[in-house]
C-alpha cells in the first residue's frame, strides 16, 4: 500500500513538473498581433490584411483566436481581417467575468482601439454568433454583414437536451483545469486526444505549420488551466436569456448573412440555422457534410466561401451607394 501510494506521489509529481516546463516553455513562444488596454486590463488582437470591409471573428465560448489561423490567413489575401481573445482565453491575460453588456462593449472597444474603419462584417462561431447578433442590435450603424458559424440560438432555451449539454461542457472545463495541474490534458493533447475538438484537431493538423500548431496546443492548454473557459460557457445562458427578450424575426432587414450549420447536432440545430438566415432578405443557410462543431477546421474552404460571398455583398453595395 505504502509502494503504490509512493508511486502514485511519484508520478503525480513528475506531472505537475512537465505541467510547469512545458508552461516556461510556450511563454517562450511569438506572440501573433498585440496586446490592447481596455481599461484596466488587457486582450490579445491579430490584425492582417488590407483593404474592406474589415471581417472581425468573434470565436466561440472557452475558444480563441488560435482556433482562426488557417482562415484568417486566407481571408487576409482578399481584405483586412481581425481577431481576438476575450479575457482569459488564448494570449489574453485575466479579466472581468463574462455578462451580456460587458462582451458587447468589450468587442466595441476592441474594433475602436484596432483603428479599422467601420462597417464590419463580423464572424461569430458558437457563442460569437449569438455575440454578433446582440452587437448588430445596439450598433446597427457599425455592422454590414454577418456569418454565423455553428451560431448558438436563443431558442434552445427551451432545448432541456441541449442546456444539459452545455452543463457537461462546462463540468468538463472544470475537470480539465484541475488535471492540468498534473499536467495531464496536456500530455493527451499531445498524442491527439482533445475532448474539445474531437472531430476536428485531425483537420487542423493539416492545415498550419509546426509551430503554428505548437501555438494553438499552447493556447489550448492555456484554456484547460484557466478558469475562463468555464465562465464562458455557463456565460451562454443569460445571453440567450436577453437575445430571446429583444431579438427580432426580421432583425437584419436586407443586410448579407450567412449561416452554416455542422449536421452532427442534429435536424433541429440545423432548422434553428435556417430561422436565423430567414431574418435576412438575403440570408443563405447551409450545413456542412463533416461533422465538427469547429467548422473551420473540417471545412475552412465552406467557411471562406461564406465570408468571401458576404463581404462581396457588401462592396457592391457600397460600390451601388457611392
Same mark, same amino acid.
Given at each position: 500500500?505504502?509502494?503504490?501510494?509512493?508511486?502514485?506521489?511519484?508520478?503525480?509529481?513528475?506531472?505537475?513538473?512537465?505541467?510547469?516546463?512545458?508552461?516556461?516553455?510556450?511563454?517562450?513562444?511569438?506572440?501573433?498581433?498585440?496586446?490592447?488596454?481596455?481599461?484596466?486590463?488587457?486582450?490579445?488582437?491579430?490584425?492582417?490584411?488590407?483593404?474592406?470591409?474589415?471581417?472581425?471573428?468573434? !470565436?466561440?465560448?472557452?475558444?480563441?483566436?488560435?482556433?482562426?489561423?488557417?482562415?484568417?490567413?486566407?481571408?487576409?489575401?482578399?481584405?483586412?481581417?481581425?481577431?481576438?481573445?476575450?479575457?482569459?482565453?488564448?494570449?489574453?491575460?485575466?479579466?472581468?467575468?463574462?455578462?451580456?453588456?460587458? +462582451?458587447?462593449?468589450?468587442?466595441?472597444?476592441?474594433?475602436?482601439?484596432?483603428?479599422?474603419?467601420?462597417?464590419?462584417?463580423?464572424?461569430?462561431?458558437?457563442?460569437?454568433?449569438?455575440?454578433?447578433?446582440?452587437?448588430?442590435?445596439?450598433?446597427?450603424?457599425?455592422?454590414?454583414?454577418?456569418?454565423?458559424?455553428?451560431?448558438?440560438?436563443?431558442?434552445?432555451?427551451?432545448?432541456?437536451?441541449?442546456?444539459?449539454?452545455?452543463?457537461?461542457?462546462?463540468?468538463?472545463?472544470?475537470?480539465?483545469?484541475?488535471?492540468?495541474?498534473?499536467?495531464?490534458?496536456?500530455?493527451?493533447?499531445?498524442?491527439?486526444?482533445?475532448?474539445?475538438?474531437?472531430?476536428?484537431?485531425?483537420?487542423?493538423?493539416?492545415?498550419?505549420?509546426?509551430?503554428?500548431?505548437?501555438?494553438?496546443? @499552447?493556447?489550448?492548454?492555456?484554456?484547460?488551466?484557466? +478558469?475562463?473557459?468555464? @465562465?464562458?460557457?455557463?456565460?451562454?445562458?443569460?445571453?440567450?436569456?436577453?437575445?430571446?427578450?429583444?431579438?427580432?424575426?426580421?432583425?437584419?432587414?436586407?443586410?448579407?448573412?450567412?449561416?452554416?450549420?455542422? !449536421?452532427?447536432?442534429?435536424?433541429?440545430?440545423?432548422?434553428?440555422?435556417?430561422?436565423? @438566415?430567414?431574418?435576412?432578405?438575403?440570408?443563405?443557410?447551409?450545413?456542412?457534410?463533416?461533422?465538427?462543431?469547429?467548422?473551420?477546421? !473540417?471545412?475552412?474552404?465552406?467557411?471562406?466561401?461564406?465570408?468571401?460571398?458576404?463581404?462581396?455583398?457588401?462592396?457592391?453595395?457600397?460600390?451601388?451607394?457611392?
Amino acid at each position: 500500500m505504502i509502494i503504490a501510494l509512493g508511486i502514485v506521489a511519484g508520478l503525480l509529481l513528475l506531472g505537475f513538473l512537465y505541467e510547469q516546463m512545458s508552461r516556461m516553455r510556450d511563454r517562450r513562444l511569438p506572440l501573433p498581433g498585440r496586446l490592447i488596454d481596455l481599461d484596466g486590463y488587457r486582450l490579445h488582437l491579430t490584425d492582417e490584411g488590407s483593404g474592406g470591409p474589415t471581417v472581425m471573428i468573434i !470565436p466561440g465560448a472557452g475558444d480563441c483566436s488560435y482556433s482562426w489561423i488557417h482562415v484568417r490567413k486566407q481571408i487576409a489575401r482578399n481584405t483586412r481581417v481581425l481577431s481576438f481573445d476575450r479575457a482569459g482565453m488564448g494570449a489574453s491575460p485575466d479579466g472581468q467575468a463574462p455578462d451580456p453588456v460587458l +462582451t458587447i462593449e468589450e468587442l466595441r472597444k476592441v474594433l475602436a482601439r484596432s483603428g479599422a474603419p467601420s462597417p464590419y462584417v463580423l464572424v461569430g462561431h458558437s457563442l460569437g454568433g449569438l455575440i454578433a447578433r446582440l452587437y448588430a442590435l445596439k450598433y446597427p450603424q457599425d455592422v454590414a454583414g454577418i456569418v454565423f458559424v455553428d451560431s448558438t440560438h436563443e431558442g434552445l432555451l427551451q432545448d432541456q437536451k441541449f442546456l444539459a449539454s452545455m452543463k457537461v461542457v462546462a463540468f468538463l472545463a472544470k475537470v480539465l483545469r484541475v488535471l492540468s495541474v498534473v499536467g495531464l490534458p496536456r500530455l493527451l493533447a499531445a498524442l491527439g486526444v482533445m475532448p474539445m475538438y474531437t472531430a476536428e484537431r485531425k483537420y487542423y493538423a493539416q492545415q498550419l505549420s509546426p509551430s503554428e500548431y505548437r501555438q494553438w496546443l @499552447a493556447a489550448c492548454n492555456r484554456g484547460n488551466a484557466g +478558469t475562463a473557459a468555464g @465562465a464562458e460557457l455557463l456565460s451562454a445562458f443569460p445571453m440567450m436569456e436577453t437575445a430571446a427578450k429583444v431579438m427580432s424575426p426580421t432583425q437584419f432587414g436586407d443586410m448579407p448573412v450567412a449561416v452554416l450549420n455542422n !449536421p452532427s447536432f442534429g435536424p433541429d440545430w440545423s432548422e434553428k440555422g435556417r430561422e436565423l @438566415a430567414s431574418r435576412s432578405t438575403r440570408g443563405t443557410h447551409q450545413t456542412s457534410d463533416r461533422p465538427g462543431h469547429s467548422l473551420q477546421m !473540417p471545412r475552412p474552404e465552406l467557411v471562406l466561401e461564406a465570408i468571401q460571398q458576404v463581404v462581396g455583398q457588401v462592396r457592391e453595395q457600397g460600390a451601388r451607394v457611392s
